[in-house]
DNA sequence: AGGCATATATGCGTCGTGCATCGAAGCTCG
DNA sequence: CGAGCTTCGATGCACGACGCATATATGCCT
């Protein structure tokens, strides 16, 4: 819906009319005591607390978390912060959302100013609205995930961090993840801000459930690779080993592939065939 | 992220401070132009362009696409709207966030303020952010989708709308949905109020998703169900027929059901065991 | 008592998956 | 130059899930 100008009646004041019920249990009691009728008094101081909250708005921002496979690691790309709260910690990029554009694009947007990256496969991931989880105003967050091969993270690391992702939970558990910086030769894990690590792990778990039947494999590989590296990124992702003919079959028979006839070159085995990914599957 | 006090350092700086790049092509090419030297006047005109949206906030309301399956058809609850803009067409139960609930507990709210539902199923399904949703103001909103069975709603529709969902599209392809006002005789097609159709449509390839991997199905039944009724709600979602004989199997071999022993009455047929969903299956 | 409609169990062909085997193709080294 | 190594990539086979068909069970109706 959204009214910012107020009208709409409000049926079923709660008893309680300044806090909603947080527990089910407390909720159905209240609903049990006063079940489908309407009272006028309890709407009046309801419309009342409704409307006291209802002009003061949250910030909205965006996060997106960046997520690549490198050296059989999943990793991702923080900033540091440079301004309390917070400060000297890694966070996510992420920026305030501009009454003019459209949600998608403000990720995009934030993803070329911090990562300089453009042309990035992004899709929305969740919003997380819990209220402290700023601890100076109300801040909605809507996060995005964004998928890229490494390769083109070298050229975007200037005061950005990479950090490697460990996945603390099995399989499709969820939570929070840890976060490591790369190239430094010390492991201390890196405490992130806000809830961040609650935003990296929820991307973890939606792109492993995305995995096996859509195509954001391919998202984290050049444009030519072979069915091995592949296997490998998707390894990475799901954090187990996966079985190899199967895999082969699988990917094969998906029609999601195009051969490109080329070789693989400067290995010291024999060279496997190049792959590409072929988007003209869904037909 | 998020900084009500702008104080974030904007790197990489876009050559066109004021608006986004939209196309990705372009955005490409300016990328390429400026790699990664950051430029203080380009900084300065950015901070500038930043400041001034930063701090106009959107409005944050939460929208419930509350589903539920009966008499075999997908059916939703909506409300008449009784202000502009919209006025006197079907809108999504919705209200604006409260600056000291968290999201999921406004959409608990809303549910039970304008619907009379509590301890309902009720999960974050996508925010819908697109600039001029709203013809007054910008209005970001936060969709949960929630799953009843048809018992529940035959008490809130007081001043509500049960519709029937028709799904113009097949399978995954997602898209908005065309909904039909219930009991009425004639079968007009409501015009919903927002991009309320939309939230419908992505609710709808929400669940058909994760039907087959989650338990939401046996929320759209009474506790206790026969095999069959599990079998025609998952039909129902999904739009298409399923293997009697199948679904049977891996019904009783998920670990999800547990026989109560009793069995079917007032049905002039042999009577089916009936089940109940048991939620210890995750051990 | 017999018919009817549906529930429930069993058997079988097919297909995807896991596992093992085997030949192929480059590179390295003696 | 040929043997040996490593990985690629194809083939064969057991197993389980699924679609389909068949057979039996059971409560209600006539």
Redesign the pocket.
């Known amino acids: 819906m959204a009214q910012p100008q107020r009208r709409e009646p409000a049926r079923r004041a709660p008893s309680r009319p300044k806090s909603p019920a947080r527990s089910p249990g407390a909720e159905r009691a209240a609903r049990k005591a006063a079940p489908a009728v309407t009272s006028e008094s309890e709407d009046q101081r309801y419309l009342a607390a409704y409307d006291a909250s209802a002009f003061e708005r949250p910030s909205v921002t965006v996060d997106v978390a960046l997520l690549s496979v490198k050296d059989d690691a999943l990793v991702t790309l923080l900033l540091s912060r440079t301004s309390p709260p917070f400060r000297g910690r890694h966070a996510l990029p992420g920026g305030f959302l501009r009454m003019d554009e459209p949600l998608e694009v403000a990720a995009a947007r934030v993803l070329h100013d911090k990562a300089g990256l453009s042309d990035v496969f992004l899709e929305q991931l969740y919003t997380f609205g819990a209220v402290h989880r700023d601890p100076r105003t109300r801040v909605v967050t809507v996060a995005y995930y964004a998928l890229v091969h490494p390769g083109r993270l070298e050229a975007a690391s200037s005061d950005t961090t990479l950090a490697r992702i460990e996945v603390p939970w099995g399989g499709e558990t969820g939570g929070p993840v840890d976060c490591h910086a790369l190239g430094t030769a010390r492991s201390g894990a890196l405490t992130l801000a806000f809830d961040h690590a609650d935003i990296l792990g929820t991307a973890v778990k939606r792109i492993r459930g995305k995995l096996d039947y859509t195509p954001i494999g391919f998202q984290l590989l050049p444009e030519r690779f ?3 590296d592949l296997q490998r990124v998707h390894e990475t992702v799901l954090g187990r080993p ?9 990917m ?2 998906s029609g999601q592939l195009e051969a490109t006839g080329e ?11 190049l792959y590409r990914f072929s988007r003209r599957s869904a037909v």
């Open positions: 072979t069915l091995a996966l079985n190899k003919d199967s895999f082969r079959r699988r094969l028979a070789l693989q070159r400067e290995v010291d085995h024999r060279p496997a065939e």
